[in-house]
């Protein structure tokens, strides 16, 4: 099995460009199943994820080509199939997504039912009422969801949280459903921004985008005609902030997404980090003393689920105590076994982490327990003093596009196991 050894203290230097966002590209990827031409995305970053999307799309007949750019030449299947394996939802959840699209380009779907999932329940109510609202009739059965529509027809659908895979669904689903369909309480994240204007470059109606009410009036057909670039990765962008106020130095951070990054850019600055913006992008170094803070995550604009490690981590070396609540998912706090093991003091209570600032970071063998909370122990093993290795790194291939490779640009001492027997002195 592979791992990140890291070697901790030195400082980050140099530039680092940021990655396509992996929630972005995913769906992309499932809505080229609506189109009756060629798409042509660009901007797809190289990740784990990216790959199983294109073996659940080559699965349905797609033709699909990758390039070493991140181009992806998407071909339509002739004749479409109607099937998600177990054996590739099960490796990756996102796969659900496709439903929408096969149900609204063939009329019916069967896909796998997602197994279980460390950091909470991660429930798929709200996707499949959202769509049985719309006329498809649903069974889940042997381990399958089984949905059918001859027409699915618009409606009103609201939920009851603003949940980022079931607005894409539905929102997926009545982009070629009869007559108008609004979506109440739609999650406003940026990378459904994305699919939004994607969508309508290939002909969907849509009003509303970026709000959390959809306004969507079906059209019988969908194409492409030009290229798609997928908005760049907000969560990568913020990783990398926090991983040079943690190891020191300063780091020129381009193609950050800034538009898309109002409160991380706000907590992090509070926190005592240093980030100008010039016309060649972010450079970003701390400073001062790391300042403790509150934080609390929610659905967009609030801050992201998706960057409450990496904040945890940074706060575990602030001059005092931090509460960090998250309020998305259940059980999204299994990196903190593991950075008390390296010599923080966080105790949990209920949705909140209860982070008491330390002096730093020691090395130890440490296990990825998810994607974000791999990367974390990544940002804390460039801090620690002495050597971390990071075992179970295939979650954070997921999500993270050669994240050692860059980090090792930037001059830290980072190797996965293979690549060389022995870190730098
Ligand atoms: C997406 C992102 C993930 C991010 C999350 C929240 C992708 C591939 N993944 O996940 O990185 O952390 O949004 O921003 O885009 N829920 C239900 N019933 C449902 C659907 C969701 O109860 O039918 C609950 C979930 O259990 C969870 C919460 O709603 O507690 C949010 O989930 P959701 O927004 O759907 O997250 P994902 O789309 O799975």
Same mark, same amino acid.
Do not use: W
């Given at each position: 099995? @592979?791992?990140?050894?890291?070697?901790?203290?030195? #400082?980050?230097?140099?530039?680092?460009?940021? /990655?396509?966002?992996?929630?972005?590209?995913?769906?992309?990827?499932?809505?080229?199943?609506?189109? $009756?031409?060629? *798409?042509?995305?660009?901007?797809?970053?190289?990740?784990?994820?990216?790959?199983?999307?294109?073996?659940?799309?080559?699965?349905?007949?797609?033709? *699909?080509?990758?390039?070493?750019?991140?181009?992806?030449?998407?071909?339509? +299947?002739?004749?479409?199939?109607?099937?998600?394996?177990?054996?590739?939802?099960?490796?990756?959840?996102?796969?659900?997504?496709?439903?929408?699209?096969?149900?609204?380009?063939?009329?019916?779907?069967?896909?796998?039912?997602?197994?279980?999932?460390?950091?909470?329940?991660?429930?798929?109510?709200?996707?499949?009422?959202?769509?049985?609202?719309?006329?498809?009739?649903? $069974?889940? @059965?042997?381990?399958?969801?089984?949905?059918?529509?001859?027409?699915?027809?618009?409606?009103?659908?609201?939920?009851?949280?603003?949940?980022?895979?079931?607005?894409? $669904?539905?929102? !997926?689903? +009545?982009?070629?459903?009869? %007559?108008?369909?609004?979506?109440?309480?739609?999650? #406003?994240?940026?990378?459904?921004?994305?699919?939004?204007?994607?969508?309508?470059?290939?002909?969907?109606?849509?009003?509303?985008?970026?709000?959390?009410?959809?306004?969507?009036?079906?059209?019988?057909?969908?194409?492409?005609?030009? @290229?798609?670039?997928?908005? /760049?990765?907000?969560?990568?962008?913020?990783?990398?902030?926090?991983?040079?106020?943690?190891?020191?130095?300063?780091?020129?951070?381009?193609?950050?997404?800034?538009?898309? !990054? %109002?409160?991380?850019?706000?907590?992090?600055?509070?926190?005592?980090?240093?980030?100008?913006?010039? +016309?060649?992008?972010?450079?970003?170094?701390?400073?001062?003393?790391?300042?403790?803070?509150?934080?609390?995550?929610?659905?967009?604009?609030?801050?992201?689920?998706?960057?409450?490690?990496?904040?945890?981590?940074?706060?575990?070396?602030?001059?005092?105590?931090?509460?960090?609540?998250?309020?998305?998912?259940?059980?999204?706090?299994?990196?903190?076994?593991?950075?008390?093991?390296?010599? +923080? $003091?966080?105790?949990?209570?209920?949705?909140?982490?209860? &982070?008491?600032? *330390?002096?730093?970071?020691?090395?130890?063998?440490?296990?990825?327990?998810?994607? #974000?909370?791999?990367?974390?122990?990544?940002?804390?093993?460039?801090?620690?003093?002495? &050597?971390?290795?990071?075992?179970?790194?295939?979650?954070?291939?997921?999500?993270?596009?050669?994240?050692?490779?860059?980090?090792?640009?930037?001059?830290?001492?980072?190797?996965?196991?293979?690549? #060389?027997?022995?870190?730098?002195?």
């Amino acid at each position: 099995m @592979e791992k990140l050894v890291i070697k901790g203290g030195n #400082r980050l230097k140099g530039e680092v460009k940021v /990655s396509g966002a992996k929630n972005a590209a995913l769906k992309l990827m499932a809505a080229s199943i609506l189109s $009756n031409d060629e *798409v042509v995305l660009k901007n797809i970053p190289k990740i784990k994820d990216v790959f199983l999307m294109v073996k659940v799309l080559e699965e349905l007949g797609m033709g *699909v080509n990758l390039d070493d750019s991140g181009k992806a030449t998407i071909v339509p +299947a002739n004749p479409l199939k109607h099937e998600a394996s177990y054996e590739l939802v099960n490796q990756m959840r996102a796969s659900i997504i496709v439903l929408g699209p096969l149900l609204a380009k063939v009329g019916r779907a069967r896909v796998a039912l997602p197994g279980g999932c460390k950091i909470g329940l991660r429930k798929i109510d709200f996707h499949l009422r959202g769509l049985e609202k719309l006329g498809a009739k649903i $069974n889940v @059965e042997h381990g399958f969801i089984e949905a059918e529509a001859d027409v699915l027809k618009g409606a009103d659908v609201s939920f009851d949280f603003p949940s980022v895979g079931a607005t894409e $669904n539905v929102l !997926m689903a +009545a982009v070629k459903a009869k %007559g108008t369909t609004v979506i109440e309480n739609a999650a #406003r994240e940026p990378e459904i921004t994305d699919l939004v204007c994607f969508l309508k470059q290939m002909g969907a109606k849509i009003e509303g985008t970026g709000t959390s009410t959809l306004i969507i009036d079906g059209v019988d057909k969908l194409g492409a005609s030009k @290229e798609y670039s997928v908005v /760049s990765d907000r969560i990568e962008a913020g990783t990398f902030m926090v991983a040079v106020a943690l190891a020191g130095g300063e780091i020129l951070i381009k193609n950050a997404p800034l538009d898309f !990054m %109002g409160i991380v850019l706000e907590k992090l600055t509070g926190a005592g980090i240093k980030i100008d913006e010039t +016309a060649d992008g972010l450079h970003v170094s701390r400073d001062e003393e790391i300042k403790p803070l509150d934080v609390v995550t929610l659905p967009y604009p609030g801050f992201p689920t998706d960057m409450q490690a990496q904040i945890i981590t940074l706060l575990s070396l602030a001059g005092g105590t931090s509460i960090v609540t998250e309020n998305v998912f259940e059980n999204r706090f299994m990196l903190i076994d593991e950075l008390n093991r390296m010599g +923080a $003091n966080i105790r949990v209570q209920g949705p909140h982490a209860i &982070i008491k600032g *330390v002096e730093k970071f020691f090395g130890a063998s440490v296990r990825a327990t998810d994607l #974000r909370g791999g990367a974390a122990l990544v940002l804390a093993g460039l801090a620690a003093k002495g &050597i971390t290795e990071v075992i179970d790194i295939s979650h954070i291939d997921r999500g993270y596009s050669n994240l050692d490779t860059k980090f090792r640009a930037l001059g830290a001492n980072i190797f996965r196991t293979g690549e #060389r027997d022995s870190l730098k002195d």
